[in-house]
């Protein structure tokens, strides 16, 4: 069983920032085929909003390119989204993933509300 610890959420204002981190104890991040963060909004389906293969690879969705950087730290087993220039669209649960093909385990997600 794959567990994955999420952290960092919180409440913050329009134009703010937060780090979030996605800790995997006990299981080495370099050995999933990718890391991903996710987001879901109230009323809305679960969307991909960055993520980061092996290889270093990165991809980001349109809506939060330029503002979001997806990280890792292979000693820590961590991945990191820095979240910047955040808009009340940013609004979600937010959750990060392990894809280890064909399984994609999942954390428990954390909240992020930006106030207008």
């Known amino acids: 069983q794959v567990q994955l610890v999420e952290s960092g959420g919180g409440l913050v204002q329009s134009g703010g920032s937060l780090r979030l981190s996605c800790a995997v104890p006990?299981?080495?991040?370099?050995?999933?085929?990718?890391m991903r963060w996710y987001r879901q909004a109230p009323g809305k389906g679960r969307e991909l909003v960055a993520s980061i293969t092996s290889g270093g690879s990165t991809y980001y969705d349109d809506f939060v390119k330029g503002r979001f950087t997806i990280s890792r730290d292979n000693d820590q087993n961590t991945v990191y989204l820095q979240m910047n220039s955040l808009k009340p669209e940013d609004t979600a649960v937010y959750y990060c993933?392990?894809?280890?093909?064909?399984?994609?385990?999942w954390g428990q997600g954390t909240q992020v509300t930006v106030s207008s």
């Open positions: 993933s392990a894809f280890d093909r064909p399984i994609n385990y």
């Open positions: 006990g299981r080495s991040i370099f050995n999933f085929n990718a």
